[in-house]
Nanobody, 128 residues
Framework: QVQLVESGGGLVQAGGSLRLSCAAS????????MGWFRQAPGKEREFVAGINWNGEIRYYADSAKDRFTISRYSAENTVHLHMNSLKLGDTAVYYCAVHRNTYCSVGGCSDVGLYVYWGQGTQVTVSS
């Protein structure tokens, strides 16, 4: 089993920044693709960003490009999401997750159904 714990969420004004962290424990997940997702009230969970084991492959949702950066420290079993220029529409619960494969295409990496382990989420609220 894998346990994922997210942290770093909070209340921030529009235009501000936050750094989310995800710490993994339990079974080794160092070689697996990992992703960040978010879910706003009344909406489906959506892909935000993903990263492979060594950080050479990174995918971003259009909404996250040029504002968010995903990084990974496999030796520490941690994944981070640095979010800049936050907007009201970024308000959501953010989840980190482990993909079932070590590699995935853009479509596969953004598919919620292909992630097998999930954290409990951390709330991000952007205020005006």
């Amino acid at each position: 089993q894998v346990q994922l714990v997210e942290s770093g969420g909070g209340l921030v004004q529009a235009g501000g920044s936050l750094r989310l962290s995800c710490a993994a424990s339990g079974r080794a997940i160092g070689s697996y693709f990992m992703g960040w997702f978010r879910q706003a009230p009344g909406k489906e969970r959506e892909f935000v960003a993903g990263i492979n084991w060594n950080g050479e492959i990174r995918y971003y949702a259009d909404s996250a490009k040029d504002r968010f950066t995903i990084s990974r420290y496999s030796a520490e079993n941690t994944v981070h999401l640095h979010m800049n220029s936050l907007k009201l529409g970024d308000t959501a619960v953010y989840y980190c997750a482990v993909h079932r494969n070590t590699y995935c295409s853009v479509g596969g990496c953004s598919d919620v159904g292909l992630y097998v382990y999930w954290g409990q989420g951390t709330q991000v609220t952007v205020s005006s």
